[in-house]
């Protein structure tokens, strides 16, 4: 008899966890959307126009990056193992075009505890791509950033063509050939490999 009372409470449990898993699922793995979630920006809409100071020093301005062609904002942190993962891909994409016009910037989102690893990690993963820091995530929430990665491919006319959170291996594939798409016939000629 113990094992049917056993057995009616795990028939009980069953669609109790199940739920409590659906509940939690984008806890467990990274958020996949080409859609954005309520309240972000929507494909095809304006991309929030912003300027921040680079780990390089330098001032980039969103609008005078997309006058030289597409730009893929990339939202990360120190702590982010997919991140890690993700960033030495992107670089390869970005080294094979930026030639053509085509802007890779990094947005690391790392707050007060963790923004001192920043600088370092960039230096100690030899990411030459431009980042600008966002530890009060002033420029995540014009995104409405939630999720690390969260990436962004916004054509030169400004509009949002691509939002992807999370990563999984191969995605780059997928984001370099819609980074071609919207590439100006101005530059030299890419070729994915």
């Given at each position: 008899m113990g094992s049917i009372r056993f057995g009616r409470a795990c028939a009980a449990l069953v669609p109790a966890l199940f739920v409590l898993a659906a509940g939690l699922g984008p806890l467990a793995m990274?958020?996949?959307?080409?859609?954005?979630?309520?309240?972000?920006?929507?494909?095809?809409?304006?991309?929030?126009?912003?300027?921040?100071?680079?780990?390089?020093?330098?001032?980039?301005?969103?609008?005078?990056?997309?006058?030289?062609?597409?730009?893929?904002?990339?939202?990360?942190?120190?702590?982010?193992?997919p991140c890690m993962i993700e960033l030495p891909k992107l670089q390869a994409v970005w080294e094979r075009h930026r030639a053509a016009g085509f802007t890779l910037l990094g947005i690391p989102s790392d707050d007060q505890?963790?923004?001192?690893?920043?600088?370092?990690?960039?230096?100690?993963?030899g990411?030459?791509?431009?980042?600008?820091?966002?530890?009060?995530?002033?420029?995540?929430?014009?995104y409405n950033v939630r999720n690390y990665p969260t990436t962004v491919l916004i054509a030169p006319d400004g509009k949002i063509v691509m939002v992807v959170q999370g990563f999984t291996p191969g995605d780059e594939k997928e984001w370099e050939a819609r980074i071609i798409?919207?590439?100006?016939?101005?530059?030299?000629?890419?070729?994915?490999?």
């Open positions: 990274p958020v996949r959307a080409e859609e954005p979630a309520a309240g972000q920006k929507t494909l095809h809409s304006t991309a929030p126009d912003f300027t921040a100071t680079g780990v390089d020093g330098k001032v980039y301005h969103l609008r005078e990056l997309l006058r030289k062609g597409p730009v893929l904002l990339d939202f990360w942190s120190t702590w982010c193992t505890r963790t923004a001192a690893k920043v600088k370092p990690t960039i230096q100690s993963k990411f030459a791509f431009p980042n600008v820091p966002d530890p009060t995530r002033k420029i995540g929430n014009l798409a919207n590439l100006r016939t101005t530059g030299p000629a890419t070729e994915s490999k």
